[in-house]
């Protein structure tokens, strides 16, 4: 009969021993994505918004971006344009792309075993010597590491959502940006054809007055409409610069780029507005702030459970330690810290984390509500939008221009002066103008809309061309 070696304990042992560490080991051996985390948010922008996004990092990434944004300035903007380069080349979407980058390599660090610690001491106290060698590992990190590796990994993708939903908010705002900047074009137009409409009549009335055959205050009349029209050319132009250079600042565009090119007129109003009774549903299903809202509460949960956990052993270390003093045998052995929980019991930790718990969830309650509303209201924003600007394009503008006709033939009659023809040139002007600021209030309605299909939206009132709308009013 054979007697079992005695090393086959031991070895069976450390077997055990290297199945039970190996989960850890691979853990310990995380390593960064290819994408920096990009994924995510990359798919966002495809599902939402049928865009491309792409971080910048490398000196390549740069050039690639620059060739695709003056490809696309070469060309007229539309909306869809505008929202593709603003993805590319807005310097702050690309800073908070970045974000995603530090998140996952907290998340890598992490993930990854602590480092062991050794220390050596050598000591002298006369003749004698003492030498102190010790290797110790920290098994708290060690015991809460998946725990940690759980709430880094929320932490992350916390990160990618709120990321997405910055992207998605730089969409909308470069959409309604778009429109306010194309609007405020065509109003500058106008503008000038009733300065010049009003310089015509401010100019007849000046040499009937000279001939007597206009009074003083008719001719004041038509010159204080002149002088009103040249102030509002003014206005229009302040409004066109300003929505111009809003729409640059979200591109990102400077020095050359700045001369891109926007249509003369907005799109068409659409046949029929979008019917969506059960728009709400589909709203909480897709938007990404309730959804975040929902796994913070989720997330604040579990971390409750770990300090209910971990906060007896808060303060763990496990060493290997030797001692070598003079001729004297070796010693060896271990060392185990734990802290007595004499006078921290952790009860307040424990009751900090039921509080932030039911934050999180009265903060969940409220963003959905919160998200219902929104739905609600750019939703009934853009059915009213779009029913005003549809009458004024099915009504007031077609009424003004079939009266302008009807004063044309009048006109060439001789039973009207051209003086009414004036007045009602400025009164079609007006009608144009409130008509392109309605289409311009749909778009962004819509913009609004789709926005809050998907996140928060910054629902608002009409553009800086509005305040001028009523000074294209004929002259009394």
Not at 200 to 216: D, V
Not at 252 to 269: I, K, S, V
Not at 291 to 296: D, G, I, P, T
Not at 360 to 381: F, M, N, P, W
Request: proline share 4%; charged share 20%.
């Amino acid at each position: 009969m054979t007697t079992p070696s005695p090393t086959y304990p031991v070895l069976r042992r450390l077997r055990l021993v290297a199945l039970a560490v190996s989960p850890l080991l691979l853990a310990g051996c995380a390593t960064l994505s290819a994408d920096g985390g990009m994924q995510p948010v990359q798919a966002v922008a495809k599902q939402h918004l049928g865009q491309s996004v792409e971080a910048i990092k490398t000196d390549a990434d740069q050039d690639r971006v620059s060739t695709r944004v003056s490809e696309l300035l070469a060309q007229p903007l539309t909306a869809d344009s505008a929202v593709q380069i603003a993805l590319l080349n807005n310097r702050g979407l690309q800073a908070s792309f970045q974000e995603l980058g530090i998140a996952e390599a907290e998340l890598v660090q992490a993930s990854r075993l602590p480092n062991p610690g050794f220390s050596f001491a050598k000591l002298r106290q006369g003749d004698a010597r003492e030498i102190d060698r010790t290797f110790s590992f920290d098994l708290a990190h060690l015991i809460a590491l998946p725990l940690t590796r759980q709430l880094e990994a929320r932490r992350f993708a916390a990160t990618q959502r709120a990321v997405s939903m910055e992207m998605l908010s730089l969409a909308a705002e470069t959409r309604k940006a778009y429109y306010a900047a194309v609007a405020a074009e065509q109003t500058s137009r106008y503008m000038r054809d009733v300065r010049e409409t009003a310089d015509a009549g401010a100019e007849l009335a000046k040499r009937l007055a000279l001939a007597g055959n206009w009074t003083k205050l008719q001719q004041a009349r038509e010159h204080g409409f002149f002088a009103e029209t040249t102030l509002n050319l003014a206005r229009a132009e302040q409004a066109r610069v300003g929505s111009r250079e809003r729409l640059v600042r979200l591109l990102g565009l400077w020095g050359a780029q700045m001369q891109f090119t926007l249509p003369e007129r907005l799109p068409d109003l659409p046949a029929e507005p979008k019917d969506q009774p059960d728009i709400e549903n589909i709203a909480m299903a897709q938007r990404l702030d309730v959804q975040a809202a929902k796994l913070q509460a989720e997330a604040t949960a579990k971390n409750l459970g770990l300090t209910k956990v971990t906060r007896f052993i808060n303060v763990l270390e496990f060493g290997y330690q030797r001692n070598t003093f003079n001729d004297a045998p070796r010693q060896t052995g271990y060392a185990v810290s734990v802290e007595i929980p004499l006078f921290d019991w952790g009860a307040a930790r424990v009751a900090r984390s039921e509080a932030l718990y039911m934050q999180s969830v009265h903060r969940a309650a409220q963003t959905a509500i919160d998200a219902r509303s929104e739905v609600r209201q750019a939703y009934l924003g853009y059915r009213s939008a779009y029913d005003i600007a549809r009458h004024y394009r099915d009504d007031i503008v077609p009424t003004a221009k079939r009266v302008s006709e009807e004063n044309g033939l009048l006109y060439n009659g001789m039973f009207i002066s051209v003086f009414e023809l004036l007045a009602d040139a400025r009164a079609s002007i007006a009608a144009v103008n409130a008509a392109i600021d309605a289409q311009r209030d749909f778009w962004m309605a819509k913009a609004d809309l789709d926005m809050a299909m998907v996140g928060s939206p910054s629902l608002g009132g009409g553009g800086a061309s509005a305040e001028i709308v009523g000074a294209t009013a004929p002259a009394k």
